[in-house]
């Protein structure tokens, strides 16, 4: 199974990583996309939290070289989302000392976003309980059809925030659990697994590997 470095994955994404899928090291970033992206749960609905990068818009950058762009205070407007969105989460308090480290610019400022995405997503693995299972390609592979894709194990561009270009997934289940502002809004599936960290506590990896089949 193959798919992208990820910002703050979804569910899908860590059901992927936790039964077997290798992460894509030798690709082109492309704009748009969970790369530098996540999606979570607010008072005002579904927000996207996107990590501004610094690379040449007409030339191909390779993934691991990408630049994170720090002119802007995104760790700190990241970290605000976050806060104001979980405070209320019934584990939020248990897991926000391990995550606010990596929303602090002074102490914590990786050049990369490769690096940036490897750190978060095996911080993520251990507070959901699993053993390292980061692993990496060696080469690059190209895409796999996309009537195809999901047999190949190919879900490069399945996992995508984009209606048009998302393609089922047979191996996946969006579950259902408590959210915090499930008293005024409707379940949000999928979001950034971080939402269900707080609101499941360790509760989640059941319910991530429930939400996975192969």
Not at 17 to 43: D, P
Not at 98 to 112: N, Q, S, V, W
Not at 191 to 212: M, N, W, Y
């Amino acid at each position: 199974m193959l798919v992208t470095t990820t910002y703050l994955g979804n569910i899908q994404y860590f059901g992927k990583l936790v039964s077997g899928a290798r992460i894509e090291a030798h690709e082109h970033f492309q704009k748009q996309t969970y790369r530098n992206r996540a999606e979570v749960m607010t008072a005002g609905g579904v927000r996207p939290l996107s990590v501004p990068v610094a690379w040449d818009h007409r030339a191909k950058m390779p993934i691991r070289e990408v630049r994170i762009d720090y002119s802007l205070p995104w760790q700190r407007e990241h970290w605000r989302t976050l806060r104001t969105a979980y405070a209320a989460a019934p584990f939020f308090d248990h897991y926000a000392d391990r995550l606010a480290p990596f929303f602090d610019g002074a102490t914590y400022r990786p050049e990369t976003l490769w690096q940036l995405n490897g750190d978060l997503t095996a911080l993520l693995l251990r507070l959901f309980g699993f053993s390292d299972v980061l692993h990496y390609t060696e080469a690059y592979r190209p895409p796999a059809p996309p009537d195809e894709a999901a047999a190949a194990g190919d879900f490069r561009e399945i996992i995508s925030h984009k209606p048009r270009l998302k393609r089922t997934d047979p191996t996946f289940t969006a579950p259902e659990y408590y959210q915090v502002f499930s008293d005024r809004l409707p379940f949000a599936p999928n979001l950034s697994a971080v939402d269900l960290l707080f609101c499941e506590g360790p509760q989640a990896a059941g319910t991530i590997r429930k939400s996975t089949i192969f």
